[in-house]
């Protein structure tokens, strides 16, 4: 059984398409380390700005602003580990706080008490990469690394 010119051709086109696809696969999953979680960027409503960074890297707790429209938010507690917002979800026309843990050695973060439809944002449990997002309430919590601004 002979192979035409063209069957041939056609097989160099896929492996070559197989090994472009391969070395962008296996740059990103391989060679590429996007680096360990540096800082964690809480951010309230629709902002491109955080209103809280949690630098795990230097072990600090950076308000950039206080929340619009309120007074004393957010709430910062060194001693629990914690950062206060008042959220968007309201109850009787009262906003409820969203009460955020974070955890400097594990460079987690975690909504530990909040109220929302289902509690749907504390049920997220503990994260050290994936967004937070607790959308009844405004709020969402962004993680980044220390490589994050690298460019090819």
Same mark, same amino acid.
């Given at each position: 059984?002979?192979?035409?010119?063209?069957?041939?051709?056609?097989?160099?086109?896929?492996?070559?398409?197989?090994?472009?696809?391969?070395?962008?696969?296996?740059?990103?999953?391989?060679?590429?380390?996007?680096?360990?979680?540096?800082?964690?960027?809480?951010?309230?409503?629709?902002?491109?700005?955080?209103?809280? &960074? /949690?630098?795990?890297?230097?072990?600090?707790? #950076?308000? !950039?602003?206080? *929340?619009?429209? $309120?007074?004393? =938010?957010? +709430?910062?507690?060194?001693?629990?580990? &914690? /950062?206060?917002?008042?959220?968007?979800?309201? #109850?009787? !026309?009262?906003? *409820?706080?969203? $009460?955020?843990? =974070?955890? +400097?050695?594990?460079?987690?973060?975690?909504? /530990?008490?909040?109220?929302?439809?289902?509690?749907?944002?504390?049920?997220?449990?503990?994260?050290?990469?994936?967004?937070? +997002?607790?959308?009844?309430?405004?709020?969402?919590?962004?993680?980044?690394?220390?490589?994050?601004?690298?460019?090819?």
């Amino acid at each position: 059984m002979t192979i035409s010119k063209q069957n041939k051709r056609d097989i160099i086109l896929v492996l070559i398409l197989l090994f472009i696809i391969g070395s962008v696969f296996g740059y990103r999953e391989f060679i590429y380390d996007p680096g360990e979680t540096t800082v964690a960027k809480i951010f309230y409503g629709n902002a491109s700005e955080p209103i809280v &960074t /949690i630098d795990f890297y230097n072990q600090q707790i #950076i308000v !950039n602003y206080e *929340q619009p429209n $309120v007074t004393n =938010y957010p +709430i910062i507690d060194t001693i629990n580990k &914690t /950062i206060t917002l008042l959220g968007d979800y309201e #109850i009787n !026309n009262v906003r *409820q706080e969203v $009460v955020i843990q =974070y955890d +400097i050695d594990k460079k987690t973060v975690q909504i /530990i008490e909040e109220q929302s439809p289902y509690n749907v944002c504390s049920k997220q449990g503990e994260s050290n990469g994936a967004a937070i +997002i607790c959308l009844p309430n405004g709020i969402r919590v962004e993680f980044s690394t220390a490589t994050e601004d690298f460019v090819l």
